[in-house]
């Protein structure tokens, strides 16, 4: 387990993160959400040791004792890499530099770029490879040591989609065994991979759960629309204040009744029966569902990629 | 381990950098090529006129010209160990041969006068008779002049012992230290191209250190269990295999040119590796200070054109001392360590002195490259490598 406890970090008169105080559990999947600038990179810069925090302290429990450069794997956003060796021997080299014995290093290095299809690619030299395959070389780098815990800055970004899904299936087999923490501005990234998810911004934690409950709990909530085939104002008048009645957010339209609550689904034969009751007949039902933007809005009110 | 890695991942980059390599390795052997060129086409040769106005004298029913025989004998001196520098032209018009030393066509002009054989026959039956029957004409500011007068002084005398069959009153006994006898211009200047090969070596260890921190593979290194004096140490061993290589390609260069050299060829490479360490040291903070090779190619002249031109490295360079430590002097210069370094090399490849002799230098290198060393690495840590 990772202890973050009263974290902050300052440049001068910027504070970049603000009192951060989170666990981040072995095993689990763990998203940074925010927006560029948020203080998600100088977060992950101090678990990492690259930055020492100006207060507050990262433990790390249950590691055996493991030093912090044997524990952690980082993979930066930008992809970072000897542009005149090949895959191969850039891999050998880092291992080395983690005192790992040649023998091991070779075969971790062959199995690692087989993992991430690049195995046909171990003697090229980095500088020739594909802007997908360069990002697989930055996780390889990240891995060599074979890490507990994998740091994975923006790992999607930039990729093609066939990287995109390798890189995908990378990361959910390998936080089979291990601990990975990713951060991302990317909601759709960071709802499929992640088991939990903090959203920072201006250095902050503004929320911390698992992707379902933050859309669950947080915002205006799902967006649930009814056409209807009869438009009688009378019934449609009796439908909204059914439904109203429940805390639910009613809109009427003309032909149509848009209704938001969080986790609607749970509602909707609740809502098809006050329908019926009004005499309204739904023709068409659309649903679309409270997503991590929606709930980064509603806690910053702003748009995230602004 | 760590250390074995650095160095083979370093050797390797190194070697496909081929452009930068090539151009460092180049260098020092192009260096000594244009110096070849330039020594071969101004050889030091000093042009003297003489105009022989001896009207000679009859002998036995013989006409004697004792100023013909003297030209002659100037025409004849081929010294074995010194190279003779005087270019001997007889004219018979003395307002032209003097008009010739006023417009410097020659250095300096030697007029015999009409009296020389008599003079000189005379000599031969009375020892009391001073002969004074050659006259020196030239610019006396002129170094041409003084060096031309002091070889034809002792030509001239030389000529009348012989003819007077007379003997020296001193003898004197000329040693040449080392290979400084028959050493040309182009030996005197091969110790200082050796050197400026090494100084070459700035742009490509800058380069070397400073590119860890351009394509911000400096960050997986600190993540990494590397230390600052691993990665230091590694990449400055690669470097200094390159100064190696680079001062025997020059060495090589300048032998097949004709370089004359007497000193032990071992102590040279002590010297050039000793030398190429310290410019690697002074490389550091060169990197330390830069964050891409484009700054180092701009920042790094600076220090190239101060090493180059006022160590003694592309020319002989004299500076007044500071003060002395156990009688070596210590001037503004010498803290560059290529002085000392080619103030050792002169005295190995030409003076054909031993390593005591160069103690000294050896020193002030040792002590130099520590401080180099030493500041680079604290601000190339400090800047680089320190986890903020």
Redesign the interface.
């Known amino acids: 387990m990772i202890k973050i406890e009263g974290l902050k970090k300052r440049f001068g008169e910027l504070t970049a993160v603000d009192d951060l105080n989170f666990d981040i559990s072995r095993n689990e999947i763990f998203g940074l959400l925010g927006p560029n600038g948020a203080g998600k990179t100088t977060t992950i810069s101090m678990i990492c040791g690259l930055l020492s925090p100006s207060e507050g302290q990262i433990i790390f429990e249950e590691y055996d004792g493991k030093d912090r450069k044997s524990l952690i794997g980082y993979c930066p956003q930008e992809n970072i890499y000897y542009p005149r060796l090949t895959c191969i021997e850039q891999l050998l080299f880092i291992g080395h530099l983690y005192g790992l014995s040649s023998k091991y290093v070779r075969s971790r290095a062959e199995e690692i770029l087989d993992l991430l299809g690049l195995k046909g690619k171990s003697s090229v030299l980095a500088s020739n490879l594909s802007g997908g395959m360069k990002r697989r070389l930055n996780i390889c780098l990240a891995i060599i040591h074979d890490p507990e815990i994998l740091i994975l800055d923006e790992p999607e970004a930039g990729l093609d989609p066939q990287s995109r899904i390798m890189v995908r299936d990378f990361i959910k087999a390998f936080a089979s065994k291990k601990t990975i923490v990713l951060t991302t501005h990317n909601m759709d990234e960071a709802d499929r991979m992640a088991d939990r998810v903090a959203i920072i911004d201006h250095g902050k934690l503004l929320m911390l759960n698992t992707p379902q409950k933050l859309k669950n709990t947080v915002g205006e909530g799902d967006i649930l629309e009814l056409v209807l085939e009869n438009s009688n104002e009378t019934a449609i008048n009796q439908f909204s204040g059914m439904v109203s009645s429940l805390s639910m957010n009613v809109k009427i339209r003309s032909g149509s009744v848009l209704i938001k609550y969080p986790n609607i689904l749970e509602n909707l034969p609740a809502i098809k029966n006050m329908a019926e009751k009004a005499g309204l007949t739904v023709s068409e039902i659309k649903l679309r569902e409270n997503t991590l933007e929606d709930v980064f809005i509603h806690l910053t009110g702003r748009n995230l990629r602004q | 381990?760590?250390i074995?890695?650095v160095i083979?991942?370093s050797l390797?980059?190194q070697l496909?950098?081929y452009w930068v390599l090539l151009l460092s390795l180049s260098m020092g052997p192009f260096f000594i090529f244009v110096y070849f060129l330039i020594m071969e086409t101004s050889e030091l040769k000093y042009t003297l006129m003489i105009v022989n106005n001896d009207k000679g004298l009859l002998a036995d029913g013989y006409t004697i010209n004792y100023g013909d025989s003297l030209i002659s004998f100037f025409n004849s001196i081929k010294n074995d160990t010194i190279a003779f520098p005087l270019i001997v032209h007889q004219s018979d018009d003395s307002i032209a041969a003097l008009g010739a030393v006023k417009n410097k066509k020659a250095d300096a002009l030697i007029v015999i006068n009409d009296s020389f054989s008599q003079t000189l026959q005379r000599k031969k039956t009375d020892d009391t008779v001073a002969v004074s029957g050659v006259e020196f004409i030239g610019d006396l500011t002129s170094t041409g002049y003084l060096v031309s007068a002091v070889w034809a002084n002792e030509i001239v005398n030389e000529y009348a012992l012989l003819v007077t069959n007379s003997k020296r009153i001193i003898g004197v006994k000329e040693t040449a230290l080392g290979t400084s006898a028959t050493a040309g211009g182009f030996d005197m200047i091969v110790p200082g191209i050796l050197i400026v090969s090494l100084i070459m070596l700035m742009f490509t260890s800058s380069i070397a250190f400073v590119s860890e921190v351009e394509?911000?593979?400096i960050?997986?290194?600190?993540?990494?269990?590397?230390t600052a004096v691993e990665f230091l140490s590694g990449i400055s061993f690669v470097q200094l295999l390159v100064g190696i290589a680079s001062v025997l390609l020059t060495l090589l260069t300048a032998i097949l040119l004709g370089f004359n050299y007497s000193g032990s060829l071992t102590i040279m490479i002590i010297i050039a590796g000793m030398t190429s360490f310290s410019i690697i040291s002074f490389s550091l903070i060169i990197a330390a200070v830069v964050k891409s090779a484009n700054e180092v190619l701009v920042v790094g002249n600076f220090p190239m054109f101060l090493f180059m031109f006022f160590t003694g490295a592309a020319f002989p360079l004299h500076s007044d001392p500071l003060f002395s430590i156990a009688g070596y002097p210590i001037n503004i210069l010498g803290l560059m360590t290529p002085t000392h370094a080619i103030s050792a090399l002169n005295k190995t490849l030409i003076m054909d002195m031993d390593f005591q002799s160069i103690i000294p230098e050896v020193i002030s290198i040792l002590v130099l490259t520590i401080i180099y060393f030493l500041i680079g690495g604290i601000i190339f840590k400090r800047h680089h490598l320190k986890?903020?």
């Open positions: 381990m760590r074995l890695s083979c991942k390797k980059e496909r950098s394509n911000k593979t960050m997986r290194l600190k993540l990494s269990k590397l986890l903020s």
